[in-house]
């Protein structure tokens, strides 16, 4: 495929490095050549067949924007846009392009969201729940992405708004912990990546699995597929 990677940044150059290395061809934008998304012009989009993006809570909506307009299938691996969920279902809905997303693309974390939830269900018996997430000093986002898709999942599944406290320190890649707390025991639920390898290869599958389909995906929801 022909790969339009936005974001050269700690994530965005291991998903073009692991993309090429998987037999695509990968063009990479970062801030500097795409201020308010001016790069993805009907021409410039015209031979790329995806986008992935890792840019930044700031940047994504206007590069959303721009290729789901251009007709373009897209994941997006960046966090801190949730809130605007909705619109873009609609706009991807409108313009019947793919457009697949995910607060963590691991294969790992989406293990521990599945035991998130079914673990969910004790905090109707004695049990009182927290999230802990930690990550290096320069994320942008607070709580992570993936940290809210925990609190979401445990909230759909138990009716329980679990509280989340984050670190920013070092160079911590990300560390995610949900502890179920009770008189008699305690349940650590716990996953620590080791390097940004496992998000860049999962957005890559991804990016895969949703060439010539249409329509609105969670990662969560498909990974097992990719
Ligand atoms: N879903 C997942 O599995 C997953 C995993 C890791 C990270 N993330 C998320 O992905 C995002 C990026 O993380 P990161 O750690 O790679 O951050 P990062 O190292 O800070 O990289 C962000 C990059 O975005 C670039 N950028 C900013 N505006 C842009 C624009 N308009 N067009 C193109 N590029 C632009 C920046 O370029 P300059 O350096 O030139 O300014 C920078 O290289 C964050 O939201 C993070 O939470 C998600």
Not at 34 to 60: C, H, M, W, Y
Not at 93 to 99: A, H, L, M, R, W
Not at 102 to 120: D, H, R, Y
Not at 191 to 212: C, I, M, N, P, Q
Request: glycine share 10%; net charge negative; with cysteine.
């Amino acid at each position: 495929m022909n790969l339009l990677s936005l974001g050269r940044g700690k994530t965005g150059s291991l998903v073009a490095q692991v993309a090429r290395e998987r037999g695509h061809d990968v063009t990479q934008l970062g801030s500097a050549d795409n201020a308010g998304a001016a790069s993805l012009t009907a021409d410039r989009l015209a031979s790329i067949d995806a986008v992935v993006d890792f840019t930044t809570p700031q940047a994504v909506l206007a590069n959303i924007e721009a290729c789901v307009t251009g007709g373009k299938n897209m994941v997006v691996g960046t966090t801190g846009w949730y809130e605007d969920l909705e619109r873009v279902r609609q706009l991807v809905g409108k313009n019947q392009t793919g457009f697949l997303y995910g607060a963590n693309f691991s294969i790992g974390i989406n293990v521990l969201f599945e035991a998130a939830q079914t673990a969910a269900g004790i905090l109707q018996h004695q049990y009182l729940g927290h999230i802990f997430e930690r990550h290096h000093a320069q994320k942008k986002d607070a709580p992570s992405g993936t940290a809210a898709t925990l609190q979401k999942i445990i909230r759909d599944t138990s009716g329980v708004e679990v509280e989340i406290t984050s670190f920013r320190e070092g160079d911590v890649v990300g560390m995610h912990e949900v502890v179920l707390d009770s008189p008699n025991d305690t349940i650590y639920l716990c996953h620590d990546s080791k390097s940004r390898r496992g998000f860049a290869e999962g957005a890559v599958r991804a990016v895969e699995w949703l060439a010539g389909k249409r329509g609105f995906f969670d990662f969560k929801d498909v990974w097992r597929q990719t």
